[in-house]
Structure formats: structure tokens, C-alpha cells
């Protein structure tokens, strides 16, 4: 499709002559009324949509998280903290939660709109479950289950990522932290636990398996129980670096003749 120069959209050509990121370029191509199709051209530049490039997520490990949860004075932040990481749930979600939506009896969490307002249902750890009771024993709350400034209102998430900032600095920790860290440590853990990736998906929210397929990149347990080619090869087989070249080459050459000598005999 091509467009006129008259007949540009100029909010679009602003950003696209401003050369923005992928997801910036693909939004312009996407809202310009003359620009439905596939590719833009312009000044005789053809602007196609991006891929949008996805970071592989910062994950906290155990030890860190437990630090974190340690150092939390504030048993109202602590109690949200412990729901970012205990249930992996988004931080509007979590902060959205009513005491009404806590079941002791069945032990889950509900989430009444998740994303793309599709409620679902999430675990409700002991632990947190605790937590939650000292959470309300002190405070009261009677609508919301962490309530702001206002009573009536629930906590600001931008307080919770002031929080976060602070507490990183405090552990000296130079891992990046927010909330949705702890719902990307959620998930690495529980794929190391052994938890199939369908699970973890119905818990995360998520729509598409590869979304949630992600996290195998960052599973430590996977990648820590998988052996290197480099370990499964004869013993010997990697030369000191103060053998000459001589030295190297008959030694690569005695291998060589033995792998061929043990080929033969297997066939």
C-alpha cells in the first residue's frame, strides 16, 4: 500500500521519521487510517512492523527472596510481597484483592478480573495465609485487603515500586527488583519443582503456552542438570596448554585412530 505524502497521517510520520522502537513503529503503522496493510512507504523508505524483542526475565532466587521477605518490616508490604511471589499474581491484581476474595476453607485466592477480565483461581499458601491473618488482626482492613492512604481506595502500585527500590538498595542486591520480578521468580520455581508448564500457565494467566514456555530459558534446574558435551568426552581429551604443538597434534592423532579402530570393531 502506498501513501501520499498529502495524505499522511502525521502523528505516524513524526514517529517513524523519529526512528522509534519496534513496539512505537508498529503502534503508528497500526493507528494510521491510510496505513492497514503490512508496510508503509514514505520518501521512498519502506517502514514494515517489528518484532517486538523480548528480554528473557529477571529471576530471584530462593535465598534472595527469602532475604527480601526478612527485611520487610512493614507487615502490609511484607504481606504483598509474600502474594507477588506465593500466588504470581500481576501487582493491580494483588493490590485489587478484597478480603472477601481470600477462601481459608478452600485455600484459594480468587481473582475476580484477571487480565482480559477472565476471573480464575489461584493457590493460597499456609504460609501466606498467616500472614494474611497477622495483616488483618492489625490493621482491620473491611473492604480492601491492603488499603492506601484512603480506606476506601486500595494501595497505589507505584508506593509498592518505591518499596521494592528501597528494600533492593538495602539488601545490595544489584539484581533489578519490582513486583513482577517476584511473579517471574513464582514461576521459575515452580518449573524447577517440577510443575508442568500447563499448570504454571493456568496460574500466571496466560493465553498462549508460549508465553509461559519463556521461563525454561531461566529454569536453573534444567539448565544445571543438563551435561555438557564437553564433560562427556574421554578422559584426557583436553590438553594442557603448556604441550607444544608437536605434543598436540600426536595426541589428537592417537584419538582419532582410536575412535576409527573402535568404529570398525562395532561394525
Known sequence: MIVQPGHFDPVCCLLILADHSGPHLG????VCPYAQATMVRHRGHQVTK????????VVWSREEVAALLAITRNLKHR??????YGAGLRIQKALDLKVTDIDSKRMIINIRKGKGGYPRQVMLSPKLLELFRAHWNRSKPKNWLFPGMRPDRPMSPNAM?????????KLRIKKRLSAHVLRH???SHLLDSGTDLRTIQLLLGHRDLET??????VSGQRLHSTVSPLDELP????????????QVVRFTASVLATAKFAEVNSS
Do not use: D, E
Not at 509461559?212 to 530459558?217: F, I, K, M, V
Open 27 to 30: 503502534l503508528a503503522v497500526s
Open 50 to 57: 517489528s518484532k517486538i524483542r523480548r528480554k528473557l526475565p
Open 79 to 84: 504481606a504483598v510481597l509474600a502474594t507477588l
Open 161 to 169: 515500586n518505591v518499596c521494592c527500590h528501597y528494600l533492593c538498595n
Open 185 to 187: 521468580s513464582f514461576a
Open 212 to 217: 509461559t514456555a519463556r521461563y525454561l530459558h
Open 235 to 246: 578422559s584426557g581429551c583436553c590438553p594442557r596448554c603448556k604441550w607444544g604443538t608437536l
